[in-house]
């Protein structure tokens, strides 16, 4: 069982910048892909970035490419979503997921078994 938190969310400005963050429990994160995703209103959910366990592969959506980054601390459980340059459109709930995922289902959300309560950023224009 793995339970995740988001954190960092909030509003900002058009151009500006968030770091989210994901606190992981359990001694087998470093097993699990971690993976991205958002929800805007009236929107389905998308995937944003993920990465593999170990780092190797990073995954990332074409809206996303270029200004947000993924990383993961195998040591404090955690993954980080930098986003830079944001825009209105990025507004979204903001979920974080962990899944035994091959690296061609990294943008796949129902490769995901976990997923965490999700954290808003809003973007103002």
């Known amino acids: 069982q793995v339970q995740l938190v988001e954190s960092g969310g909030g509003l900002v400005q058009a151009g500006g910048s968030l770091r989210l963050s994901c606190a992981a429990s359990?001694?087998?994160?470093?097993?699990?892909?971690m993976g991205w995703f958002r929800q805007a209103p009236g929107k389905e959910r998308e995937f944003v970035a993920a990465?593999?366990?170990?780092?190797?592969?990073?995954k990332y959506a074409d809206s996303a490419k270029g200004r947000f980054t993924i990383s993961r601390d195998n040591a404090k459980n955690t993954v980080l979503l930098q986003m830079n340059s944001l825009k209105p459109e990025d507004t979204a709930v903001y979920y974080c997921?962990?899944?035994?995922?091959?690296?061609?289902?990294?943008?796949?959300?129902?490769?995901?078994?976990?997923w965490g309560q999700g954290t808003q950023v809003t973007v103002s224009s």
């Open positions: 997921a962990a899944g035994a995922t091959t690296a061609t289902q990294l943008s796949l959300g129902p490769a995901y078994i976990y």
């Open positions: 359990g001694r087998t994160f470093s097993t699990y892909a």
């Open positions: 990465v593999s366990g170990s780092s190797t592969f990073k």
